[in-house]
């Protein structure tokens, strides 16, 4: 059984835990545990405690992409584990690190308005975590799956550009191939759990289909960058949801209000909220 726990969402109905604009997500089945982002600092890990949930001992974590409102809790986690004799392993996309911000690109030149970015140092996250990059599927553990970077299929909409990013020291408009989510599998199908979905919540679909052999969709679980969606894009969505017959919807974070009206049967997620799969 997969139980999802919402550590950090942008939504707090309960007045002993934090909001924070992002998304931090624990899965647990079994033994294994998966972090999935932390937010943008250390609140993830307060509301943790005040679930009585201790991540003290955790192994593994991923990141859904590199902007700062999933990865900026990295340094809070380095805190906790500084006296850890085994380090933990944080699944992620390579350009998860790369310099990133809001902006746009003007005869050739950057303008910048604000970082996306988490600011980190990739050396110092080095020393707290055995780091896997990838850009291809990876198994963690034997429960979840990483999907790595999701081909972009062109009749598709909402895939574009978001931002810009500094690659091989030049800024080129930032497309954000880090953008991934993780796959469990249960009885009633794929459990997608996604953290913006920047590169397209059917894309993703597609990919955890095509990777693990399965079609039936047991539920979409995260951010899907809605909120500013265009009426031809959000029909998509719809018309795509019920095509491949997702079962549950939870859409949460970056979908929005208009977004997630959208959704067929949406149940939206806040912080503290646990979902449970079989």
């Keep these: 059984m997969l139980t999802l726990t919402v550590l950090i969402e942008n939504i707090s109905l309960r007045d002993n835990l934090i909001p924070t604009k992002g998304l931090s997500i624990l899965l647990e089945d079994g033994d294994e545990r998966l972090l999935l982002d932390t937010g943008t600092d250390g609140a993830f890990l307060k509301n943790a405690k005040a679930l009585g949930i201790s991540l003290n001992d955790i192994d593994q974590i991923a990141l859904s992409h590199g902007h700062y409102d999933h990865a900026g809790g990295i340094p809070a986690l380095c805190e906790l584990f500084a006296d850890r004799a085994q380090q933990p392993t944080l ?3 390579p350009d998860c690190f790369i310099e990133r911000h809001l902006g746009k690109l003007t005869g050739g030149q950057p303008v910048l308005v604000r970082k996306l970015d988490a600011g980190l140092d990739e050396g110092t996250v080095r020393k707290c975590f055995n ?4 850009k291809e599927p990876q198994p963690i553990g034997s429960k979840f799956l990483f999907l790595g970077e999701i081909p972009r299929n062109s009749n598709f909409k909402g895939c574009g ?4 990013a500094k690659h091989e020291g030049k800024f080129v408009d930032d497309f954000l191939y880090d953008d991934t989510g993780i796959v469990w599998k249960g009885q009633d199908g794929l459990v997608i759990i996604t953290g913006c979905s920047h590169s397209g919540i059917c894309n993703i679909i597609e990919r955890a289909q095509e990777v693990t052999g399965e079609k039936r969709i047991a539920a979409i679980v995260g951010g899907l960058h809605l909120h500013a969606a265009s009426i031809p894009h959000l029909y998509q969505i719809r018309r795509f949801f019920k095509q491949v017959g997702v079962q549950r919807s939870h859409a949460c974070h970056c979908t929005g209000k208009w977004g997630a009206l ?3 049967d949406n149940k939206p997620i806040t912080t503290g909220d646990v979902l449970t799969f079989k």
């Design 262 to 264: 959208w959704l067929p």
């Design 161 to 164: 550009a978001f931002g810009i």
């Design 131 to 134: 780091v896997y990059e990838t």
């Design 91 to 93: 699944t992620c996309h």
